[in-house]
């Protein structure tokens, strides 16, 4: 079953706005990544929270973790065309040398020109 | 820097026919690798975790006799999909543990399996 619950599906904005992602998960976790797929390619790693940490940065990109509430968001300021693509956050229960990932449905960002 | 590649990107077979794809990890070594479904506009399901030199786990519901999984070397796993029928039609994905950071992993850029 799916752990991770993102919302919007869809978001379509307008380049230089910000594009707010969401994603909501069931069990407990170790951490949590999220994970940027261009139509029909591989996935790149974006960004890891682990399950201690409240919210990181990098570039662009803030993501926020609330595990009272098992929720993440991806934050991406200053869109620009070139951020279209699908967003996934997956989770990882256990980490380490036992880590594996659970996806979430992904969400379909669009940044218009 | 380091990445993951897969062979073949694409691959048209018929009903019946097996079918090999092939990851590899590029200037890293690899003693686990991760196999994942993806069904159009649909998230990645994890089908099995690769062991090298051991068996495969399988994932719940991944029938291993069908999906034969194969890590001969510590930069190659190998996904067999045999007997393939329309049904098994999809994007195929894996991806290794970045090293140095067991909990992040590269993917490789995905098979896409037609079978007709």
């Known amino acids: 079953s799916q752990q991770g619950e993102e919302d919007p599906q869809a978001l379509s904005i307008q380049e230089g706005e910000n594009a707010t992602m969401n994603c909501s998960y069931k069990t407990s976790i170790n951490n949590l990544q999220w994970y940027r797929q261009n139509s029909g390619r591989g996935l790149v790693h974006l960004i890891l929270i682990r399950s201690n940490e409240r919210e990181k940065h990098s570039g662009r990109l803030r993501v926020t973790l609330d595990t009272s509430k098992k929720s993440s968001s991806l934050l991406i300021t200053a869109s620009r065309a070139a951020d279209t693509a699908s967003y996934f956050c997956?989770?990882?229960?256990?980490?380490?040398?036992?880590?594996?990932?659970?996806f979430g449905k992904g969400i379909t960002l669009s940044v218009r020109p | 820097g380091a990445v993951v590649s897969q062979h073949p990107s694409r691959v048209i077979c018929k009903s019946g026919t097996s079918v090999k794809i092939e990851c590899r990890s590029l200037?890293?070594?690899?003693?686990?690798m991760f196999w994942y479904r993806q069904f159009p506009k649909k998230s990645l399901m994890l089908m099995a975790t690769?062991?090298?030199?051991?068996?495969?786990?399988?994932e719940q519901g991944v029938e291993k006799d069908k999906f034969l999984i194969n890590h001969a070397s510590l930069t190659l796993s190998t996904l067999t999909v045999t007997s393939a029928h329309p049904e098994d039609s999809s994007f195929y994905i894996c991806?290794?543990?970045?090293?140095?950071?067991?909990?992040?992993?590269?993917f490789g850029p995905g098979t896409r399996l037609t079978v007709l």
């Open positions: 200037d890293f070594q690899a003693t686990t």
């Open positions: 991806s290794a543990p970045i090293p140095a950071s067991t909990d992040t992993q590269y």
């Open positions: 690769s062991n090298e030199g051991s068996k495969a786990t399988y």
């Open positions: 997956a989770t990882d229960a256990r980490g380490g040398a036992n880590s594996k990932l659970t």
